[in-house]
């Protein structure tokens, strides 16, 4: 008789695997009533509107502090040759970008306009890397007089930069930024391509160039991305052909810069979960950004200075809006709404996150679901389509909370001039940008005199 052949069962432990994506359904967990809360930024928010007006943006510095400490301590501590350029698109403001130089940040400037925001506070040209599609010339010569690092993003630039560089002193230090297929769906608009061959001509052509030092390989594939498997498989594709570069002509770039789009804790418009279970922490995003490089350093000799450009992730947790409910009033298909005097006007991240809405210091009331809109002229002015409240009334005051990022930069002055910004140094309160008027508003306008109403 043959002897049954014994089948073991070996357990096998249950595997998470991240979504690319986090799941999209309207589930009630995502909307569940904020705590309500007494203090912003160590500070009375009812005292502050008294002072200040409403609406009223307010940052704090001890949470970017935070923010920017643990950004970098995630980091550091698997590599120690990094730096963060923050990304000032996402918030230029002159005082937030200061704080971020004191902290230690470089920068990273997308046009000649945030190059001066930076050259204003005295940061200098060896602090500023200059990436984007379109620089101009006059920014292109003074970029490089000041020594900053300009990352090339396209063939007609090249050209032009190689025009200009033989009347500009001194070796101009060029980066070059790869575009590549690791995120979905690829920013391909940007930089040169990696698979096509089209990234390791440039470097070829930088390198035989004697104007030119090849200073950095740069990437940046998308904003909020929540997988961080990509960046490992993008520092890996960098280092590759940073090592590719050294095998052939001898010279390795001195840094690799992976760019940003490391998400921040806020919650996606519609997402199931919050943002705060659904991120990727720093740590996650170092453990895959550093690994390649950790590898290379080890097996190859080769220890680039690695470059961050984070945006949302530094700013967007340390910036509130303190806003008054102005009107409440039924809907057609029943429930109610309430009009806040903040809108898409400066809060434009509303299209695309259910950003966190706390009632300042109510006495218990029943609570209720409502739409949220602003104040502006327009039925889009949507704030958060539902969100649970205690059932609004007149003067109301809320925080929405976490709009530190892009919500200044991409703010505009539509129907209404924007208000008050203020920050929380220490324990003091600083005006960082005064309430707009309608001669600030009207400051660069000019009206032909035959147009003017008669006997003005
Ligand atoms: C080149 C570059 N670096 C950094 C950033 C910052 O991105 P994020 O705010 O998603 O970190 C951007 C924004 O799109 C960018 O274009």
């Not at 035989?208 to 890996?236: C, W």
Request: hydrophobic share 40%.
């Amino acid at each position: 008789m043959t002897k049954a052949k014994k089948t073991t069962r070996l357990y096998e432990a249950p595997k998470v695997i991240p979504l690319d994506r986090p799941m999209t359904t309207r589930s009630p967990l995502s909307q569940r009533q904020a705590q309500a809360m007494d203090r912003i930024a160590g500070h009375d928010p009812l005292a502050l509107l008294e002072q200040y007006g409403s609406p009223l943006v307010i940052f704090d510095g001890k949470q970017l502090k935070k923010s920017y400490e643990g950004f970098v301590g995630a980091f550091k501590q698997h590599y120690e040759k990094m730096h963060v350029a923050y990304s000032v698109k996402t918030n230029y403001l002159s005082s937030l970008v200061a704080f971020l130089y004191q902290q230690g940040a470089k920068m990273e400037v997308v046009s000649g306009f945030e190059y001066a925001v930076c050259r204003r506070l005295g940061i200098p040209g060896e602090d500023i890397t200059f990436n984007g599609p379109w620089k101009k010339n006059a920014e292109l010569i003074g970029a490089f007089e000041n020594g900053s690092q300009v990352n090339l993003d396209n063939h007609d630039e090249l050209l032009r930069v190689e025009r200009l560089a033989k009347d500009i002193p001194g070796k101009k230090r060029i980066g070059i930024r790869v575009n590549m297929d690791v995120s979905y769906p690829p920013w391909d608009k940007f930089g040169f391509n990696l698979a096509s061959g089209d990234a390791m001509a440039m470097a070829k052509r930088i390198l035989a160039n004697p104007e030119f030092e090849l200073a950095g390989l740069h990437m940046h594939v998308g904003t909020y991305i929540p997988n961080p498997d990509q960046y490992r498989k993008g520092a890996s594709a960098l280092v590759e052909l940073a090592l590719r570069l050294r095998d052939k002509f001898g010279v390795a770039p001195g840094s690799i810069d992976m760019g940003g789009g490391y998400a921040s804790s806020n919650t996606l418009r519609g997402q199931m979960l919050q943002g705060t279970a659904t991120s990727p922490t720093p740590e996650m995003y170092a453990d895959c950004v550093t690994e390649p490089l950790i590898r290379a350093k080890e097996k190859e000799g080769y220890e680039p200075e690695l470059i961050l450009e984070p945006g949302r992730a530094l700013v967007d947790d340390c910036g509130d809006i303190i806003t008054t409910v102005v009107s409440v009033k039924p809907l057609r298909g029943g429930g109610r709404a309430a009009i806040i005097d903040a809108g898409v006007n400066i809060l434009p991240t509303a299209y695309w996150y259910d950003h966190e809405i706390t009632p300042i210091a109510t006495e218990p009331r029943p609570t209720e679901r409502v739409k949220l809109f602003g104040p502006l002229c327009m039925q889009i002015d949507v704030v958060r389509p539902k969100v649970t409240l205690p059932s609004p009334r007149p003067g109301d005051v809320y925080a929405i909370r976490k709009v530190g990022a892009y919500n200044f930069s991409q703010s505009m002055q539509f129907i209404y001039s924007r208000p008050n910004y203020v920050m929380a140094l220490d324990d003091e309160v600083h005006v960082i940008r005064r309430e707009e008027t309608v001669a600030d508003a009207l400051a660069l306008e000019s009206v032909p005199d035959s147009l003017m109403p008669k006997g003005s």
